[in-house]
């Protein structure tokens, strides 16, 4: 059984940064894409970042480029998010979930096996 385990999350001023991190478990980790995706209230999952099972390949949102960090340790079966320059529109549920396909499917749906999602609050 996957068990994904995402920490990190809290309450931040605009500008701040936070570090996350997804221990996974039941799966061969190193095989595996692994995405970063967030949902707010009211909206929908929307991606944020995606990084190759080698980690030698990245994909992120337009919306985060350059101010988040997708990362990978295949030895701790952890992915982590570093996340920069937070602003208030920052602020959601961060989920982390592996997928069989190459990093540049971006989509939920080639995601599976959600964690329960760490909160992140940014304020203005």
């Known amino acids: 059984q996957v068990q994904l385990v995402e920490s990190g999350g809290g309450l931040v001023q605009a500008g701040g940064s936070l570090r996350l991190s997804c221990a996974a478990s039941?799966?061969?980790?190193?095989?595996?894409?692994m995405g970063w995706f967030r949902q707010a209230p009211g909206k929908e999952r929307e991606f944020v970042a995606t990084?190759?099972?080698?980690?030698?390949?990245?994909y992120y949102a337009d919306s985060v480029k350059g101010r988040f960090t997708i990362s990978r340790d295949n030895a701790k079966n952890t992915v982590y998010l570093q996340m920069n320059s937070l602003k208030p529109e920052d602020t959601a549920v961060y989920y982390c979930?592996?997928?069989?396909?190459?990093?540049?499917?971006?989509?939920?749906?080639?995601?599976?096996?959600w964690g329960q999602g760490t909160q992140v609050t940014v304020s203005s």
């Open positions: 990084i190759a099972w080698s980690g030698g390949s990245t």
């Open positions: 979930a592996p997928s069989s396909y190459g990093a540049s499917y971006a989509d939920p749906k080639y995601f599976a096996s």
């Open positions: 039941g799966l061969l980790f190193s095989i595996y894409t």
